[in-house]
Every structure is written in C-alpha cells, then in structure tokens.
RNA sequence: GCCCGAGUGGCGGAAUUGGUAGACGCAAGGGACUUAAAAUCCCUCGAUCGCAAGGUCGUGCCGGUUCGAUUCCGGCCUCGGGCACCA
C-alpha cells in the first residue's frame, strides 16, 4: 500500500483501478433477460478539440448515476460516443488549412485519452462517431423513407446571405448583421431547402409530455411553449386586384377584437408585398431594406418597428369597411399566414405601430372600472379575461369566448375562415449549403427532377480531403462528387451538395449506441432488436441549453422511428437531467482605446480586508488592478476557462470528480473555485490517511499489538451509551446519503461522506490516549464500528471518487464480506436499530421565537411534552404575565406556545 | 421583445418540502507543532446591542396567508439559459 497520497501516487492508484476495470471489462455490457437493466446516457460531445469543465461536469453526473445503478444491482449501459460533423470543424480548417476531417479525428484521439483518464464506467466497444458512413448512412436511409411517407419535403426557406463572400452564413456568423469574416451586410436569400413536417407530430410531441412525469418541470413547460398550441380563427380580407378577386388570409387568437380592426401589415416577403414593390420604388427600398440584417428572431423582436402602407386596401369581411395594408417589418413570413390583421387598441405591438404611423385606435373591449385613452398603453386593453365587446354591434356584451364563438360562426356562414389550431412550432429545415456534414442523398437530374438515391447505393460517402475556404461549399468544386448518373434514366446529372443539419445526427445516435452491430462492428441495420432491451434511455444527462431543440428533435425522429416499425415504444428517454452551466470569474482591462482584454482568473489575484472580504482583484505579472466583469459561463472569449487537464495532472481524477459533486448540486450553475478543488484534494487524503491507518493496524500491527482484522458479524451487545450514539449518527447519515443520492443531490452525498469520516477518524469513544498506538482489544466494539463505518464511507464514496474507493476497498479486504469488486457491492443497508433513541430534544418556540430545547422521552405524549415545555425556565421567562392562548405540538421537533398581552 | 429558471454569511451551498436558518466545505483571524516554511491539528467566524446572562434584526425588494414562511400567494428588481444555421 502506498505511503503518501501525492500526485505521484495518485496517478498509481489510477492507474491501478482502471487498468483492473480493463482487464476485467468491467463496463462492457451485454443484455441479460430477466435482470433490471439501466441505460445510462450522457449528451455526447461535440469534439472541439479538449474535454472542457462542462464536459467534466456532465460525464461525472452521469457516471455517479451509472456506477449507484450498479450498485443497486441493475444491469448498467453506459456508452460514449462523438458529434463530430459541424460549423468549428469548417472554421478550424479556414484557420489552419487542416482538413475538418482530420482536425475531426485527432481532436477524437485526444478527448477519448482526457475521457478515459477521468475513470469514466464507459463500455467503448460500443463507441461511434457521427462522421462515419457507417453512421450517416442511416441518417440517409431514413432521410429517403421519410420522403417517401411524405415527412420529409422541398420548399423554399431564408437564409443568411453574405454577399462578398458568396456563402450562406450560420447565425453565429452573424455579428451586428454584417458577415464575420467579410464585414458586409449580411441578406436574407430564398432557397430551396429540405424540410421535416415535425408539425404533423406536434400535438403528439405536446400530449406525450405528460409521459414524462421524470422530466424537470421547466424542460417540458419550454417545450410546450415552443410547440405553442393556440386556438384561433382563419379568415380572409377579400380584395380586389386588376379586376381579380383574391382573399389575404391570416390568423388571429383574438377574433373577439376583430371589430377593432385598423389595418392589416404583412410581412416583406409576402406575395402582395411583392406585388406592390414591383408597381412602387419607394415600397421596393422598404422591402429591400427589409431583407438586410439577420434572420434570428431575437433580432427581430427587439428592431425598430417600421412599416410602409401599399395603397391598396381590403375589405372587412364583417363590416364592409376598406381596410388599408400595410408592410410590416415585424411580420414574421414563416409564422401563420405571413400577414395579421391590426388591433391597436388590443394589442401592445399593433398599438405602438399605429401611434407611430398615426392609423386609427378604435377600442372594442371594455374592463369594468378601466378608462381607456389613446395615449397611453395600459396593460388590461389586451386582458381577455376580464374584458367585454363594446363598439362591436352585434358582438356588444360578450366576453372572449362568447365572442369568438359568435365571429367564427359568421365568418364560418360566409365562406370566409373558421376556427382552426395553430402551432407555433415550424418545420424543420435541415438543409445546410455546408461541407462538413452528412450528404443528403438526392441526385438532381435534368430529365427526371430530383431523384432519391437508391438504397443500395447507400451510404453518399462525404470526401474526407477537402478544406473549406469560407466561399461555399467545396463539395460544388468537386467534380467526382457532384457529377453522376441519375439512377432513374441513367443520364448525366448532379448530386445534392447540401448536407444535413447536424441535430439530425444528434437525434437517434441514443439508438444507434444500444444496436448490436456498432458493438460488433457491423453495420448492416439502422437499429436492431438489441434496441429492444436497453431503449428507452433510462436516464439521459446534458446540459439546459438543450432543454428544446435537440430533445425536441430526439423525440421526434424517436417516433418516425417508431411508426416505421423500427422500435417500439413513445418516447426515447425516460428521465432526464438538465446539468447547469460552470462559471467562472471574468477579470479584464479596457484600454482608453482599442479592445478589451480579458484575462484568466488564473492570473488574478484578490486584495482582501482585515476580515477576508475582497477589495479589489490585480493580474499577477504586473500588479497593476483588474476590473471584475463578475461571473459568467467558462468561454474563449471571456478568457475565463479552466482545462480539465491541468486539474488531472496536478490532482487526479478523484479530485476533479469529487469537486464537481461537491460544489453545486447537478442542476444547479457551477462556480470553478481553485481552493474548492484544495478542499477535495485535502478530503481524499484525509480518507487515505485513515485507510493507511486501519490497514496498519488490521494487517501490520504496531509495537506490542499484532495485527487483526475486525470480522463480520460485527457485535454491539456491550456498545457503551457514547458508541452508540456514533452508530446513530452514522446511520443517520448513511440514511440521508441514501436519500440524496436517490434524489441526484450529489453535493450532500459528499457533506454526509465528509461527517462521516470526520466521525469515524475523529477522536473515538473507547480509545485511549490517541487511540491508534495504544494497545487495545481488536475484538473491541470500537474495532467493529470502524470495520462497519469503512465499508459504508467507502461504498457512499464508491461511485464519486471510483479509484481510491477500488484500492482501499482491496486493501483493507472488504472483498470477503460483500464481494471482490466494489463496483458491484450493494449499496449499504440503514440499521434501524442503531437509529433508536431513549430520548430527544425538542424545541420550545414562544409565539414563533426560539427560547428553550428540551429532552423528553422518545415516547413521551403531546401531554407531557406540553407540560415540560411549559415547566422549562426560559419559556416561563417568556409566559410569565401573558395569557397561553393556544399550544401547538409538532411530535418529535417543536412546541410553540402562543400568548398574548 | 417572447418563453424558462435563479437570488440565503466574506464565498460555494444546506435546511427532513410549512417547523431550530447558515449542515458540509472554502476563505479569513487566533493558537499548537516546526530553526523556518509547507503540511497537519485545535479554537473563533451572519449583523448589531451587552461585561455577561441575554436581546433585537436577518434568506433580492414590497405586501399577503399562517401559531409559525428561505419554503405558499400577489406585485416588482437583478442575474442567467433558450429563441429554430453554435452544438
């Protein structure tokens, strides 16, 4: 056994627990009928290039759950793999003129090492990465069924265009609405573009949400506000144009304000937009001026509301009355029709456009007791709860619902809308004019139209030696992948060039991991009947920034799957763990001129105050003071990142697990803190050193006492009063341990370990001078306390800190009593008995203030407890001259007395 | 702008889910050991009044429900995440 618990020895210890879980494949799973199985999964990493404190973060979460599973006897899966097709790998080459896919595999290399070191519970027989033809093919595959059960479609979509360079821009290329590279303006552009009508699954995606119950509540409220079911009415203004008869339709959730109308807006690329700019070159500059800037819909909801009126005008289809429209800059193409009627007086958007232009105000919802004035907003002109119709003829009196049932009924009878659901949910566009992705398998010919590439030709593999320049997509330059033969009439034609959205990859590669073949190196199904063992995932771990479009996406393509027979069952993950972000201090200088810079909290030190409060931060090299820019997530640009590599080499792995379980609950924000990581370091030697201590004295002995290991039955019989108030304790704490543990809070996990060795290495009730060089009865009660609080301290610790845990576990010959592997030892049992007390203390509260604890028996009645309440000095204190007005007992915690006077 | 969270000592956080606010750890201060430093061990540690016993205040802010509120309700403020081409 080692002496010291240094890095040097560290880095044994580690190397010696995984190097015995290798030998034994202790992770690698395989199904086994009649035995619980638990399926494990962590959101896999997009390899950027190293592990970041996130990462850390989300694999350690998630192998405490893995390894506690274990523990409980299930059958574990936990599996790793990469996203590895994407935007970085792209900028990567553009920066170093390495290939993506190169970069790709290198940056796999290092992050499974910096994985594998972390000691992670990982079966890697079953590792895959996204960049595969082995993988994508069935991204493909599926992609061409879809098309054939009409989810999948063409149709037109905007996109960001940079016009210097030619090239279609990700919104994070977007900076301030110019191109990143080119600093020109960026344009919105109209291309074709491949959708999924993730629309025909959304009130399913809505309804299964309720069979999530072990999903957090706040996941399945934003993804129920993204798909946004409402309830509302679609009509049409008839107009007339060049002696043609035409309807604008729109959508409202307001049709009880729709005699409130004023006008109509419709966006900039509506078809009567279009119309008009082509009649008007002030109207075509506005559109025009439309089509710059971005088209995130952030940006869009915060931009000056502007607007420009076409001249033509329609007709109400409940009044008759002209109508004028206008063109709106904040009228979403993509949502509804593409156009909305207008109620200033009912709506706070339409209300400030109308003050602006100076178009009508004409309130027809009354709040009783409200005054309502042109001039100013107030926030109950748009309450449809407690309004009613005035202004509004017929309509006079009703309230929301009574008045929607009533307009969509007339508007029914006249041919011109009904009620209809409306989702705020889009089609899901997953064309990208990108290199680095997955193929989409069509072919264009001249002859044929866009043909679906056979099945047999499957996989479109995607070359591996091309390096992007930031003006388009390479894949159009490379003439031995565009140019083919069309599979329907053999003449010469070309290939698609536009790759898949990379959440495509993302959404089913939980199946894919859980399918025979990748284990076996196989690749001849998408998923296989192995899928019907570990799916779903029984706990899926990640961060809460995916909280709505991957997960979304997942449980979608999960039940495409499934209606096409290819796996059973509603929804792919069971329960789910939204990890919060790791922060970090930001500390940075802005010159008179020029950028600011940032720098690493590394390089920073603080001023304190004679009472330890900070006073002001300077950057070590100089001296000089740095301005604090508080605390935000770990990035580049903050500069404020921390490598996870350092932090193994300097402390080990335990130490970074156990600082990452021990500084915040899982769900929780994350703030690094170097003298945290100390403290976990400082925790692991401690437990070393107590180890060290026992194995001396168990196997080794000391002068004049011969070594003895403690054997089980452990025996209490002669416990004294003060021995077995620590087995109460340390019950106790095992049983909140439990709780906890249970529960995922994984930071009182570590505070109950913690008490725990604090009370079994802490001075000892039946030892004498120091304890641990004196002779003593290793039979002793004291003895055995030791040997039962060891096996429970190490099995609490087991799945946090795995390898110091596997070598003491060896060590110290816990092996006998609960199996050669602590791995799979059960997790420790709670003795009721030892939690039993004679008597307890009770707290005594006079009028809601603390004044007095008392001991009263265990058992002792609501009576008598009142009564010694009552008897208790300071309480006296405190009644003394008032009248008891009531007392209130809460068996086993509190008495409070209520007085008056 | 819209949707979703979070705010507790000098700091990270805990509180048996309506019942002792501040567990556990970090930082700081004091002491022991040491030639010294590191490491380790012991003590103190929300604010305030008081020699002390003890009192008062205190969980972002304002108000409410309750014998009792960090916890429940209403209204604000600040910070963070997402907003469909970052993953």
Not at 114 to 127: C, M, P, V, Y
Not at 583 to 597: M, S, V
Not at 606 to 618: M, S
Not at 657 to 666: C, Q, Y
Request: charged share 25%; net charge neutral; glycine share 8%.
């Amino acid at each position: 056994m080692h002496a010291r618990y240094l890095s040097k020895e560290i880095k044994e210890i580690e190397q010696q627990a995984q190097e015995y879980w290798g030998q034994q494949q202790s992770f690698k799973a395989t199904p086994q009928e009649g035995r619980a199985k638990f399926y494990c999964l962590s959101m896999f990493p997009y390899p950027s290039g190293r592990l970041h404190m996130g990462h850390v973060r989300n694999y350690t979460i998630g192998d405490v759950i893995a390894r506690f599973q274990r523990m409980q006897g299930k059958n574990v899966l936990q599996p790793m793999g990469w996203d590895a097709f994407g935007l970085p790998a792209e900028n990567a080459a553009l920066a170093n003129g390495v290939p993506p896919a190169k970069w790709t595999y290198d940056n796999i290399d290092y992050m499974r090492r910096q994985l594998k070191s972390l000691g992670f519970a990982i079966d890697w027989t079953r590792e895959l990465a996204t960049c595969k033809p082995d993988y994508y093919k069935w991204n493909q595959w599926l992609f061409l069924r879809m098309l054939s059960e009409g989810i999948a479609y063409k149709k037109t979509g905007i996109v960001n265009w940079d016009p210097v360079d030619q090239t279609v821009l990700a919104n994070e290329q977007v900076i301030d609405g110019r191109g990143w590279r080119t600093g020109a303006l960026v344009e919105k552009r109209e291309i074709p573009m491949y959708y999924l009508a993730i629309t025909k699954y959304a009130e399913e995606l809505l309804a299964d949400l309720e069979k999530l119950p072990d999903w957090p509540e706040r996941v399945r409220a934003m993804q129920a506000n993204w798909i946004g079911k409402s309830v509302g009415v679609r009509f049409a203004f008839p107009y007339s144009v060049e002696g043609k008869r035409e309807n604008l339709w729109v959508f409202t959730t307001r049709a009880d304000t729709m005699m409130g109308v004023t006008f109509c807006a419709v966006a900039a690329e509506h078809p009567l937009a279009t119309y008009v700019a082509a009649r008007s070159p002030e109207i075509a500059a506005f559109v025009e001026e439309c089509r710059r800037g971005t088209v995130m819909e952030a940006d869009l909801a915060t931009i000056e509301k502007k607007g420009i009126a076409t001249g033509l005008t329609v007709t109400h289809p409940l009044t008759g009355e002209q109508i004028p429209v206008w063109i709106g800059n904040y009228v979403l193409m993509g949502y509804g029709e593409g156009a909305v009627m207008a109620v200033p007086a009912h709506d706070e958007r339409d209300f400030h456009f109308a003050t602006q232009y100076g178009l009508p105000i004409k309130q027809v919802i009354q709040v009783p007791g409200e005054s309502f004035s042109v001039d100013r907003w107030q926030e109950w002109y748009a309450d449809k709860t407690r309004g009613r119709c005035v202004n509004s003829g017929i309509y006079d009196g009703l309230d929301f619902g009574g008045a929607v049932n009533a307009i969509a009924a007339d508007l029914k009878s006249k041919g011109l809308g009904d009620k209809q659901v409306m989702w705020r949910l889009r089609d899901w566009g997953i064309s990208r004019q990108r290199y680095w992705g997955c193929p989409i398998p069509i072919i264009h010919c001249g002859a044929c139209g866009d043909v679906p590439v056979p099945e047999e030709d499957l996989p479109v593999v995607l070359p591996e030696d091309c390096v992007p320049d930031g003006t388009g997509n390479p894949l159009n330059k490379r003439a031995d992948f565009v140019n083919c033969r069309c599979p329907k009439c053999g003449k010469e034609a070309r290939r698609e060039t536009d790759t898949m959205d990379t959440f495509v990859d993302s959404s089913w590669y939980y199946a894919r991991f859980c399918s025979l073949p990748v284990a076996a190196g196989r690749v001849d199904a998408m998923v296989t009947d192995e899928s019907g063992y570990w799916m779903p995932v029984d706990q899926y771990i990640g961060g809460i920034e995916h909280a709505i479009l991957h997960l979304l996406y997942s449980r979608f393509w999960w039940k495409v799957m499934r209606d096409l027979k290819l796996v059973r069952g509603d929804e792919p993950f069971e329960r789910l763990l939204t990890q919060g972000m790791v922060l970090n201090e930001i500390f940075f200088r802005k010159p008179a001129t020029g950028r600011i810079a940032y720098f690493n909290p590394s390089d920073v030190e603080f001023k304190l105050d004679e009472k330890g409060n900070r006073i002001g931060a300077i950057l070590k090299s100089d001296g000089q003071a740095v301005d604090s820019g508080g605390i935000g997530t770990m990035s580049k640009s903050k500069n404020n990142g921390v490598d996870p590599q350092a932090l193994i080499e300097q402390y080990g792995a335990d130490t970074a697990r156990l600082f990452m379980m021990f500084a915040a609950p899982p769900e929780m924000t994350l703030e690094w803190s170097d003298s945290g990581v100390q403290g976990a370091y400082r925790f692991l030697r401690r437990l070393w050193d107590f180890g060290l201590r026992l194995h001396r004295e168990w196997f080794i002995g000391d002068a004049g006492v011969a070594p003895i290991r403690p054997q089980p039955p452990y025996d209490w019989s002669n416990a004294s009063e003060a021995q077995k108030e620590i087995r109460r304790k340390l019950h106790g704490l095992l049983r909140q341990a439990t709780d906890d543990i249970n529960k995922k809070q994984f930071n009182t996990v570590v505070s109950a370990a913690m008490q725990m060795l604090n009370l079994l290495a802490g001075g000892f009730p039946g030892q004498s001078g120091d304890g641990w060089k004196e002779a003593e009865t290793l039979g002793s009660v004291r003895q055995h306390i030791l040997a039962e609080g060891t096996g429970i301290l190490l099995r609490v610790l087991a799945p946090i800190v795995p390898h110091i845990t596997h070598v003491l576990w060896q060590e110290l010959q816990y092996s006998a009593e609960y199996g050669a592997d602590i791995l799979t030892a059960p997790w420790p049992q709670v003795d009721q008995a030892a939690l039993e007390q004679a008597s307890i203390e009770m707290v005594v509260q006079v009028n809601g203030k603390l004044r007095a604890r008392v001991i009263v028996p265990a058992q002792a009645s609501e009576e008598a407890v009142r009564a010694a309440a009552l008897a208790d000095e300071a309480v006296a204190r405190h009644v003394e001259g008032k009248s008891v007005k009531k007392v209130v007992v809460v068996p086993g915690r509190l008495v409070n007395i209520v007085v008056a006077g």
